[in-house]
């Protein structure tokens, strides 16, 4: 055997082995005479094309094709600027039911289930189930042909470019892409689709936030008629008891018509202290006032620094039961106040009122017993939605601290609290260290260790990211 | 869930690639099979390659940039399994081809690749399938050009062994 014997024997072997060009599939005429109504409503809302263009018949097909799932799975996968992708959400469909996996790898993951008009929040980190009313905050949740059109178009309301492209088969299934675009809001999406059953088997959209946000890209991988059970949508298999929103929030307010204290109008309904030291203040003020705790000070001299204020409901929506402003026109709050020196908890605690603003003004105030709390949080927080916006707050009261001290020229001191700072923001988010990282250098540089804040900077800041491939 | 968001910038349009990926997606589809010897797995193979290549900003050799994603998205197909099986490719596959005796040169050839290793496969579809330069692959695969030369020899060796017969250099 020679090389020409070899090259030829080779190319022969492959040259059957070429990218299949997808072929064109006849229109559906049955499918789409017998659903001709429902092809001019999805239309109107949907993409709005102004002609009946071969890409129009095919987002017609598809949409028809989604408007019939029964059972369905996607992943989506977020990717920011140059980062690899991360998967950000895992969702089960069957049969009008839904399950979203959302904040997939992060500390504030959390599942909602939501059947029969009602949703089940489950906060796996604090072990809790929430069940309210669906009011729509996730989105129109109707059908498969709605969740994809969300995860599609972000909201654009006027009719994008569609068009074309052939593209190759995807597990021996021939396939073609849409492509929408729309140059004045500058939007960008891509379906690939399956050619035989008109149903996506991927979209890709870019976007960004704004001006100095890194492009985001949001990719949704579909897989349809997968085998889902029934007891897969029963919360129960959740495991911690269900808490009923509508039943805690009627208790949590009436116990709340016996203030602690008045201050002006100001009521403060609860002083609770950690075991490490941290005060939470829950103070309601008149729906159309801002005032609430501002300044805690202890009887012995010890020092309070605010690490957050935070309202219920604030994460996931406004709708009257997340706010309580249904039952009795009051607006609840949580002040947080950290020690300076951990883990000292005052016997009384002297709790200043004021607008909540940047610069403290105290309008008045109420000295009040402190509760001593096991848990590191209150207990009602659970019911009002409030876990993540405390986690959110309680991974600061270190950076809180060393800000005190940096004020307070203690350099060294605020050192020791910066890289608490550090470690508890990886514990939280990996990716949430670099964000303390300047400050822990240029703590460094205070003292005089500008090596070290070098090699802080190269070893835990923001880390480049290598291009694929 | 995701809100309304506001569109600044996008990705590239098909209209603004650097490049039309599609001329090279045979060589693409013919690299993934002879690397993984299933007509799917190549397609698939091929399939995420020109979707990778819709997000390309910027490529001087679109043929290396796109078989250097296809070397990427096999050696991840070959971890998730254990080797190569050269399925059949099918009737229509076969009357395609435009040799008389397709089915044995097929099964043939197939038995032979499956018995040399990845890396001489590898290098065997670079150089006469794909027909790039010793350069070229020595680019791709991260090796010199005389490493790439070398392996070529030994590719071409064990290629004939298996086959039953000797390799002859033809000379220049």
Redesign the interface.
């Known amino acids: ?4 014997q ?2 030829s ?12 060009p997808p072929q064109r599939r006849p229109y559906p005429w049955k499918f789409v005479v017998a659903s001709a109504a429902g092809i001019c409503a999805v239309t109107a809302v949907f993409l709005m094309t102004p002609r009946v263009s071969e890409a129009a018949q095919a987002v017609h097909r598809m949409e028809l094709a989604l408007a019939n799932v029964s059972t369905m799975t996607c992943d989506q996968y977020i990717h920011y600027g140059d980062r690899p992708d991360t998967w950000a959400m895992h969702t089960d469909y069957a049969h009008g039911a839904w399950k979203m996996r ?1 904040r997939i790898g992060t500390s504030m993951e959390i599942t909602f289930l939501v059947r029969d008009g009602v949703v089940f929040r489950y906060d796996k980190k604090h072990g809790s189930v929430v069940r309210e009313p669906y009011q729509g ?3 129109n949740l109707s059908s498969a042909l709605e969740f994809a059109k ?2 599609t178009n ?2 654009l309301t006027e009719p994008p470019q569609v068009h074309i ?8 299934r021939p ?1 073609y892409t849409l ?1 929408m ?2 140059a004045e ?4 999406t ?1 379906i ?1 689709v399956d050619r035989q059953t008109d149903l996506p088997i991927l979209s ?1 959209t ?6 100095n946000e890194a ?1 985001q ?2 990719r949704m991988v579909y897989n349809f008629s997968p085998n889902l059970t029934p007891s897969q949508f029963d919360p129960a298999s959740f495991g911690p008891p269900i808490i009923d929103l509508r039943t805690a929030m009627k208790a949590f307010l009436e116990e709340s018509k016996r203030p602690m204290a008045a201050v002006g109008e100001t009521q403060i309904h609860r002083v609770e202290a950690t075991p490490t030291g941290t005060v939470y203040v829950l103070t309601s003020c008149p729906k159309d006032g801002d005032t609430r705790a501002v300044t805690a000070s202890g009887g012995d001299s010890s020092t309070y620094c605010i690490a957050g204020m935070t309202s219920p409901g604030g994460t996931w929506g406004d709708t009257d039961i997340h706010t309580l402003e249904q039952a009795d026109g009051r607006s609840f709050s949580v002040t947080t106040f950290v020690p300076v020196d951990p883990g000292k908890i005052p016997q009384r605690l002297r709790i200043g009122v004021g607008p909540a603003q940047a610069k403290v003004v105290e309008t008045g105030h109420a000295t009040l017993p402190v509760t001593r709390i096991r848990a590191d949080r209150p207990a009602y927080t659970a019911a009002l939605i409030m876990d993540q916006a405390i986690d959110q707050v309680r991974i600061s009261q270190e950076s809180v601290r060393a800000d005190w001290f940096r004020d307070h020229d203690r350099f060294e001191e605020e050192l020791k609290y910066r890289w608490r700072a550090y470690h508890e923001a990886v514990a939280f988010i990996p990716r949430f260290g670099e964000l303390r990282v300047s400050a822990l250098a240029t703590c460094l540089r205070k003292l005089g260790r500008d090596e070290e804040a070098d090699r802080v900077i190269r070893e835990l800041g923001p880390q480049p990211v290598k291009r ?2 | 869930m995701l809100g309304k968001l506001s569109f600044t910038q996008r990705s590239p349009g098909v209209g603004e690639l650097p490049f039309d990926p599609m001329p090279f997606m045979d060589e693409v589809t013919r690299y993934a099979y002879f690397r993984l010897g299933s007509r799917e797995d190549a397609e698939d193979v091929a399939a995420q390659v020109h979707h990778a290549a819709l997000r390309a900003r910027t490529v001087d050799n679109p043929r290396l940039y796109l078989l250097g994603i296809a070397r990427r998205k096999v050696a991840d197909n070959l971890r998730r399994r254990k080797g190569i099986r050269f399925a059949p490719l099918s009737a229509a596959d076969r009357a395609s081809s435009s040799f008389s005796d397709a089915v044995h040169l097929h099964r043939d050839v197939a038995a032979v690749l499956r018995s040399i290793s990845d890396d001489h496969r590898e290098v065997l579809v670079l150089k006469y399938v794909v027909e790039m330069s010793a350069e070229e692959i020595a680019t791709l695969t991260g090796r010199t050009p005389a490493a790439v030369n070398s392996l070529l020899q030994r590719a071409r060796e064990a290629f004939a062994n298996a086959a039953g017969d000797q390799f002859q250099e033809e000379l220049p």
Do not use: C, I
Request: glycine residues 8%; charged residues 30%; proline residues 5%.
């Open positions: 055997m020679n090389e020409s070899l090259k024997m080779l190319t022969e072997f492959a040259e059957p082995v070429t990218f299949r959302s905050w996730l989105g969300q995860q972000f909201g492209e052939d593209s190759p088969a995807m597990k021996g396939t492509v675009e729309r809001d500058e939007y960008y891509r690939l890709e870019s976007v960004r936030y704004g001006k492009l890209h949001v694929f491939p």
